[in-house]
Nanobody, 124 residues
Framework: QVQLVESGGGLVQAGGSLRLSCAAS????????MGWFRQAPGKEREFVAR???????YYADSVKGRFTISRDNAKNTVYLQMNSLKPEDTAVYYC??????????????????WGQGTQVTVSS
């Protein structure tokens, strides 16, 4: 079992930056593919970014060039650096984990563990 706790959300003006963190506990963090998803009010949860255990990354087109996912295995933590934020980035952001992780790892059904979410609000 893996427990995931997100932090770092908040209110920011358009064009600003935030860094989300997701602290993992329970089992060997290095084995896990990690992902970030988000869900805006009235919309389905959508993929944002993921990082494999081998450090390869993949991003949704909507955030490519603005967001960066990274991990610190020594701290059992994955990060999402969000720059040039837009009002349409407003959502609850969720961290997810998958032991191993093959395939695209860009769909929520591919992940087994989820955090409780952190709210990001971008004002115009």
């Amino acid at each position: 079992q893996v427990q995931l706790v997100e932090s770092g959300g908040g209110l920011v003006q358009a064009g600003g930056s935030l860094r989300l963190s997701c602290a993992a506990s329970g089992r060997t963090f290095t084995n896990y593919a990690m992902g970030w998803f988000r869900q805006a009010p009235g919309k389905e949860r959508e993929f944002v970014a993921r990082i494999r255990r081998g450090l390869s990354t993949y991003y949704a087109d909507s955030v490519k060039g603005r967001f960066t996912i990274s991990r610190d295995n020594a701290k059992n933590t994955v990060y999402l650096q969000m720059n040039s934020l837009k009002p349409e980035d407003t959502a609850v952001y969720y961290c997810a984990a998958k032991d191993g992780g093959i395939g695209t790892m860009s769909n929520d059904y591919e992940f087994d563990y989820w955090g409780q979410g952190t709210q990001v609000t971008v004002s115009s």
